[in-house]
């Protein structure tokens, strides 16, 4: 088990539990942009707001296509 981390996912955790993975963690985060905009430029409506049952939909759908082209999961 981690002694100490300094993910947000683990604050004020006192242990760190062993599945915690930094190195996964930060790689995730960083596809978190490329999602969100993919996510909003097709969630957009005609009127140009977000469908946001659209676009929280397809924001999980691309973190998941992302995770996969980048070899995470």
Not at 59 to 70: G, K, P
Request: hydrophobic letters at 35%.
């Amino acid at each position: 088990m981690t002694e100490y981390c300094s993910c947000l996912e683990t604050k004020g955790v006192q242990n760190v539990p062993r599945w915690h993975n930094c190195e996964y963690i930060n790689s995730r985060k960083k596809l978190i942009p490329i999602a969100e905009k993919r996510a909003k430029i097709n969630a957009a409506t005609e009127d140009g707001k977000i469908n946001e049952l659209l676009f929280t939909h397809l924001f999980a759908r691309y973190m998941e296509e992302l995770a996969v082209e980048n070899k995470l999961i």
